[in-house]
């Protein structure tokens, strides 16, 4: 089945130390997404990509870093310099052609940094 | 800078009614709309969506409305049913510039039997 998988499904953290969420699609999209969900704030989009080897940043990319090798995988690596880092992790991806707007998201990582 | 929003936290209502969602967005350059719908702990999914061409867009119970002159989408889910209680967001994109969806902050909706 097609789909993206996003692991783990809960991760634990001391703070100050780095951590890389994992993001991998086999829907053959180009764009790939990282988004951060708080509660009463909705999505808030962190990086995307649009092809390999390229990534952009999005609206809170500050304390976060993303690297994009392989169109099948989106690692965000969340460092010591992300001041509120424990949210809702959510990966998507969406179809490189302009008409197809839909972004399909992965189940999602719920990090915690005690 | 809030461009899309959401100013309904919450709605209730009971089985059977309709329920109507409510979003509003200030970038004219907005030009196809999205509704996701998010249950806990896992990824949003895609529900229905609307280009600025039409003003509705009809999916089974659910259908979206634009009103591109108010600058204002809505969601109507007839008849609402227990299963439908989760968090919907709206989300809008514009064919100009990166392609990425701007999300509002949701609305929680409950439906009561």
């Known amino acids: 089945d097609g789909g993206i998988t996003q692991s783990p499904k809960y991760l634990f953290r001391k703070e100050g130390q780095n951590v890389t969420l994992s993001c991998e699609q086999n829907l053959n999209h180009d764009a790939m997404y990282w988004y951060r969900q708080d509660p009463g704030q909705g999505l808030r989009l962190i990086y995307y990509?649009?092809?390999?080897?390229?990534?952009q940043k999005g609206d809170i990319a500050e304390g976060y870093s993303v690297s994009r090798e392989k169109k099948e995988s989106f690692p965000l690596t969340v460092t010591s310099a992300q001041k509120n880092p424990t949210a809702f992790y959510l990966c998507?991806?969406?179809?490189?052609?302009?008409?197809?707007?839909?972004?399909?998201f992965g189940p999602g990582t719920r990090l915690t940094v005690t | 800078d809030q461009q899309v929003k959401q100013n309904s936290p919450s709605l209730s209502v009971q089985e059977g009614r309709i329920s109507i969602l409510n979003c509003d967005y200030t970038n004219s350059m907005f030009d196809y709309f999205l509704w996701y719908k998010k249950y806990p702990a896992e990824g949003p999914t895609f529900l229905i969506s609307?280009?600025?061409?039409?003003d509705k867009n009809e999916d089974g119970r659910f259908t979206v409305f634009l009103n591109k002159s108010a600058k204002h989408l809505s969601l109507h889910i007839v008849p609402s049913q227990p299963g439908d209680s989760a968090v919907y967001f709206c989300?809008?994109?514009?064919?100009?510039?990166?392609?990425?969806?701007?999300f509002g902050q949701g609305t929680r909706l409950t439906i009561n039997p």
């Open positions: 998507a991806s969406q179809s490189g052609v302009r008409r197809f707007y839909e972004q399909y």
């Open positions: 990509s649009q092809i390999v080897n390229d990534f």
């Open positions: 609307i280009s600025s061409i039409k």
């Open positions: 989300a809008a994109s514009s064919s100009q510039g990166a392609q990425k969806l701007v």
